[in-house]
């Protein structure tokens, strides 16, 4: 009987020992944090302002996930979505801040997507590369890069460009002005072999982001002349742009989404078609890899065959 006294007053100690080690974990722990971490963990239950008063200091400034941080006119914080972001800065009721968000970047990352996706601000942005000879070979070689990395990137950029009646014309006209790819087609047994046969039924019944082609994406052909591209104030859009240009691996990341986009190689193609196609031509591997594609596309080919005299139509 003594002996189980014994046993159960040193498990009481033991219990108690564990115990206080326990507390003075918690208290060493909870000294050790920052209180700019609890600072931060309920700054997302506060709005912008009583932040704006807490912190006075807007990289401090948190907001729910997928809003984005603005800095308005009259200095004071709020958060909104990434496409009411772009409308604000262009209407002049703030400014953007590229210090802000690269330090953010979630946040940054969500005003790329939201600028890729813009048509209005996309049209400025093709506008601007091509007055900028660095800009628009650094994008060219970005995506040449990208596409010799992922060959399947390279059908979202030739998609549109060969189901698209009038984007198709122009890249007829465009491999017809490239040397490379037309002494390339002439000694192209395959190629030659298809142009001479008889015209195919067409696919365009089935939908035109298919018309005869089992390799194209589904997109949106933009007609850029019916929308009205003018923006409230260009200047803070090009602007934007610029800073986004100054900073090569946030660039980069913005030349990924727009070849994963195409839709948006669409509407590129309507702009500036002629850069984006002697880029892929120029490299040889690619130029075989296009002319693989093409092939493959029954109205694309349809439309080389009507445009050869020798072919039995």
């Known amino acids: 009987m003594v002996f189980y006294d014994c046993f159960l007053r040193e498990k009481h100690k033991l219990f108690l020992l564990k115990s206080h080690f326990v507390f003075f974990l918690a208290l060493l722990l909870t000294l050790i944090i920052s209180p700019s971490f609890f600072d931060n963990s309920f700054a997302q239950q506060m709005t912008p302002p009583q932040q704006w008063k807490k912190f006075a200091d807007i990289d401090m400034i948190t907001c729910k996930s997928g809003y984005l941080l603005l800095q308005k006119s009259n200095g004071n914080p709020v958060c909104v979505m990434p496409s009411t972001y772009l409308k604000l800065v262009d209407r002049g009721y703030g400014s953007h801040n590229q210090s802000m968000m690269e330090k953010n970047p979630e946040m940054m990352n969500h005003l790329m997507n939201s600028m890729a996706t813009n048509e209005n601000l996309m049209y400025h942005w093709h506008e601007m590369m091509q007055k900028n000879p660095t800009m628009m070979m650094q994008t060219m070689n970005d995506w040449v890069s990208q596409i010799k990395a992922n060959p399947e990137l390279l059908k979202n950029m030739l998609g549109p460009m060969t189901s698209d009646p009038e984007l198709r014309e122009k890249m007829i006209h465009t ?13 192209h047994s395959a190629w030659m072999d298809s142009v001479h ?10 939908g035109m982001h298919q018309s005869g082609c089992m390799w194209c994406s ?29 900073n090569s691996d946030i660039t980069k990341d913005m030349h990924t989404m727009m070849l994963e986009d195409p839709s948006h190689m669409a509407m590129m193609s309507n702009q500036m078609m002629e850069p984006m196609l002697n880029a892929i ?22 439309s080389i065959r009507h445009e050869n005299p020798q072919t039995d139509h």
């Open 218 to 246: 589904d997109y949106e052909h933009y007609q850029i002349n019916s929308h009205g591209m003018m923006m409230h104030n260009s200047d803070k859009m090009m602007d934007m742009i610029h800073h986004v240009w100054i």
């Open 197 to 206: 046969q008889p015209m195919m039924g067409s696919g365009m019944g089935q």
């Open 281 to 302: 031509m120029d490299d040889a591997d690619l130029r075989e890899q296009m002319i693989e594609l093409m092939l493959e596309h029954k109205d694309f080919m349809n």
């Open 175 to 187: 491999m017809k002005n490239h040397t490379q790819m037309e002494n390339h087609l002439k000694s």
